[in-house]
């Protein structure tokens, strides 16, 4: 299994950005797909996941700003980021959940200036 995310970048606060996640490889249909964070010296947290029938948990401070999204027929996973703040910089890790286990993708980064 092999995870490619695309969409990071630097914005501006109150900006926008789009991350993807493409999932290839063999993959169950069942499964859970989602975004992690990181930056330095903290540990990975979690943003959003979605499983394939469209349940969506997402961190407390990402609610109602972030949107994840998912193709299943493309096993690829969105993360709409909306009104970013500064404390949202950070590597985003995209994730796939199979039986347990996570796959990791590259991460992407994302600044946000004030």
């Known amino acids: 299994v092999q995870l490619q995310a695309s969409g990071g970048g630097s914005v501006q606060a109150g900006g926008s950005l789009r991350l993807s996640c493409a999932a290839s490889g063999s993959i169950l249909s069942i499964n859970v797909m989602g975004w992690y964070r990181q930056v330095p010296g903290k540990e990975r947290e979690l943003v959003a996941r979605m499983s394939n029938g469209g349940t969506t948990n997402y961190a407390d401070s990402v609610k109602g700003r972030f949107t994840i999204s998912r193709d299943n027929a493309k096993n690829t996973v969105y993360l709409q980021m909306n009104g970013l703040k500064p404390e949202d910089a950070a590597v985003y890790y995209c994730?796939?959940?199979?039986?347990?286990?996570?796959?990791w993708g590259e991460g992407t980064l994302v600044t946000v200036s004030s």
């Open positions: 994730y796939l959940n199979l039986l347990g286990i996570k796959y």
